[in-house]
């Protein structure tokens, strides 16, 4: 049996490749049991005529989608443009999960996953090899003869990570990915977020399985997993991309100590701020530990735990970044403007905490509402949603398909244009000022231009 997962990565601003965990976790799956398959990427500009030749030269059995919901739009049009074949069709992912309905939308589509699909696509994948029936594999909603849907119920979540493979990172151009993400290899080595924060695909995620929801490999697991990739590729520095990597202590403990035992790369992280303290800073500085990226989100503390479902104080806040700078390790802080009953009043205190906080680099996108998410269920009971820019492709990070009188699209675009400079003005011109470009309307066409500068400029302005 052999299958083509579609990866498609269509106009996200920044350009540079990216891995996608899910399908290399799939993949891994399939091809530990033996069976053969590929991958197709689709980066950059839309263009269907190279899957299509794809689909052509390979002749898969089966074609696998995977998206999360603003890539969606696109899969879409691959399913409307793509040539006729044999192969039978399937969506998993962030989308198919949190919007099942997407089966009904599209004709060509024959089935999607719901949550994790290690397991049920290997199922799905034995089933067809035998000429078995796979109408009643858990986690799969498919469409039947009669084109009516069947969804099955849903399994526990994995509760035995180290019992999977690792990622399939053969199927990408892994050197490539690695090389234009500033030679730096992306990690995974927990799921799920003990957190419930309202925009975000985790709570909404949890609700589709039973089980435990955060989990964590074994460090043996993890520590070969980067001997394999360090081994393999070309690399410098290395990003476990976690949503919170400090949340378990004993991990935390066991990873630091035996990871400064072994290895000399430097890594990056993510951390929610209530889980870091002068402590572990210091332990994870000593474990080589070079940068830890903190969700601040929003600055008024009302308004992020009514709204956003976070409950910390900016002092809490503050300081989590203190903690780190004392240790010597650089901060990044992620923020979001245009929250449903977001004000431009409110989105000040955002500025304010970050002039306060001063990270090495302050990062700003304009909030997206997730379908399934309560942020994203909120936007469209309330009739936020703009349909004409719903319909735009891939406005991403950079733009609002909100409309809300108190904080009007061109009042949004303003303040998420000029907040690396507000944020950065007090402390550093300089700094202020080229990030007031980069997040220019020509900021775009300038990262193009300046490609071959981007390490100096990283430096200039991020601190690594
Ligand atoms: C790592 C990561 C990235 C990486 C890697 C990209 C990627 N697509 O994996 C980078 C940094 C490149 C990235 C980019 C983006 N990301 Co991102 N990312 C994550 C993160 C932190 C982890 C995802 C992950 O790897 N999980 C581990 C893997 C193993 O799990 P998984 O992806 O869910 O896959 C499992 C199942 O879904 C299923 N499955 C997945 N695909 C398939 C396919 C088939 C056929 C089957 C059967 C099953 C199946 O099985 C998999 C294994 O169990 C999540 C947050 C989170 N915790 O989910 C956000 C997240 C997925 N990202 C998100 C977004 C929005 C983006 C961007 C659009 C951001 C932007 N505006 O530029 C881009 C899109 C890039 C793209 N083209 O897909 C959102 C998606 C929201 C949504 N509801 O759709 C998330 C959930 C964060 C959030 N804010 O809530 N991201
Ligand atoms: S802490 Fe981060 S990853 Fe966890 S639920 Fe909140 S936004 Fe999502």
Known sequence: MKTLFVYTDINVRGGAQSFQFGIAMVSAMLKRAGYDTRLHYMFGQYDIEPLNAAIREYDPDIIAFSCVSPQYPYV?????????????????????????????????????????????????????????????????????????????????????LDALPFADWDMFDAQAIIDSDFNTALFMFSRGCPYKCTFCANHALREQQCGTYVRFRSVDSCLQEIRDVVGTYKVEALYFNDDCFTCRRSFLDEFCERYKAEFDYPFDINARPETLSDENCVQLKEAGCRRVSIGVENGDETFRAEVLGRKHSNDRIVQAFESCRKAGLKTKSFNIVGFPHETPEIFQETV???????????????????PGTKLGDVCK????????????????????????????????????????????????????????????????????????????????????
């Open 76 to 160: 879409k049009m691959v399913l409307r443009d793509m040539m006729e074949h044999r192969a039978f069709t399937i969506l998993g992912g962030h989308h198919a999960t949190l919007v099942p309905e997407c089966l009904e939308e599209n004709p060509r589509l024959n089935a999607i996953c719901i949550g994790e699909g290690e397991y049920p696509m290997l199922e799905m994948v034995d089933a067809m090899a035998a000429g078995e029936p796979i109408d009643a594999i858990q986690n799969l909603c498919i469409r039947q003869s009669d084109g009516s849907i069947k969804r099955n119920p849903t399994r526990p979540f994995s509760d035995d």
């Open 352 to 370: 304010k905490l970050n002039t306060r906080i001063n990270p090495d680099s302050a990062i700003i996108g304009v909030f997206e509402p997730y």
């Open 381 to 464: 009971e309330e009739g936020l949603i703009n349909p004409e820019r719903a319909n735009e492709l891939f406005v991403g990070r950079t733009d609002t398909i909100l409309d809300m009188p108190q904080f009007p699209r061109e009042q949004i675009l303003k303040c998420f244009r000029a907040f690396a400079y507000q944020v950065y003005k007090p402390h550093s011109l300089k700094k202020a000022l080229m990030l007031r470009v980069y997040y220019s309307r020509y900021g775009q066409v300038l990262l193009k231009i300046v490609e071959p500068f981007k390490n100096l400029l990283r430096k200039a302005t991020m601190g690594v």
